[in-house]
């Protein structure tokens, strides 16, 4: 079992939908948790961190629950411009960051 | 201010060729990480460094891959003799150093083993 899971997916769905994405993460000694964004042959970008009271950041809405040990991502609204694969980081409080292998939305007119 | 960088951007060699990548972080960040990545895959750490210590290279092959990050900044990653499952994007990121900072990554290497 991998340490960072998440669905592949691919989402598909059409503009304007609200999408939600989970992770799992198994080392309790987790400590800081980010999404980020990876567009098609580019390389990995910070899309937001992950608060433990949940954060948000216009359409994009991140929480954690660390009793179940999984992030969400939401997207409302979503763009055309949203496709691309979101990956879910964990770190360790030793500074080990582990990668989920991401999950593929793509957003249709 | 200048990103991560890294060359070359495409490498292709045949099988039990050496082969090296460079990368040069943003300045001021102490924490380098390599990472290899395959297609449909998340990044997987090969080593991490803070300054010049490599503080966790437990995933890295070691009986054919090397690295090295010397004064604490540029650091080269190295294959040798390249196999054909190395074939992938390598990809280098650094941060300021805590555990809760972004990491910003460079474009990456795209390795092809024929």
């Known amino acids: 079992r991998k340490e960072v899971e998440q669905d592949p997916g691919p989402f598909n769905v059409p503009e304007g939908a609200t999408v939600a994405f989970n992770c799992t993460y198994s080392n309790s000694a987790s400590q800081s948790f980010f999404w980020y964004r990876q567009d098609c042959r580019k390389e990995p970008k910070l899309l937001m961190s992950?608060?433990?009271s949940g954060n948000e950041d216009g359409r994009f809405t991140a929480q954690l629950n660390r009793a179940s040990q999984y992030i969400s991502l939401l997207i409302r609204d979503s763009k055309l411009s949203d496709s691309a694969t979101y990956l879910c980081v964990v770190n360790t409080n030793a500074g080990k960051s582990t990668f989920g292998d991401g999950t593929t939305l793509t957003v249709k007119p | 201010e200048a990103g991560v960088v890294q060359s070359p951007r495409y490498k292709i060699i045949e099988k039990k060729q050496p082969v090296a990548f460079w990368c040069n972080p943003i300045?001021?960040?102490?924490?380098l990480y390599w990472y290899l990545q395959n297609l449909g895959q998340g990044p997987e750490l090969l080593i991490r460094?803070?300054?010049?210590?490599?503080?966790?290279d437990s995933q890295l092959p070691k009986d054919r891959f090397s690295a090295e990050r010397l004064k604490g900044v540029d650091s080269t990653l190295k294959i040798q003799p390249a196999e054909l499952g190395d074939s992938a994007v390598y990809l280098c990121?650094?941060?300021?150093?805590?555990?809760?900072?972004?990491?910003?990554f460079g474009p990456g290497t795209r390795l092809t083993v024929l």
């Open positions: 992950v608060y433990s």
């Open positions: 990121a650094s941060s300021p150093g805590e555990v809760r900072d972004e990491q910003f």
């Open positions: 300045s001021g960040h102490n924490t």
């Open positions: 460094y803070e300054n010049e210590e490599a503080v966790d």
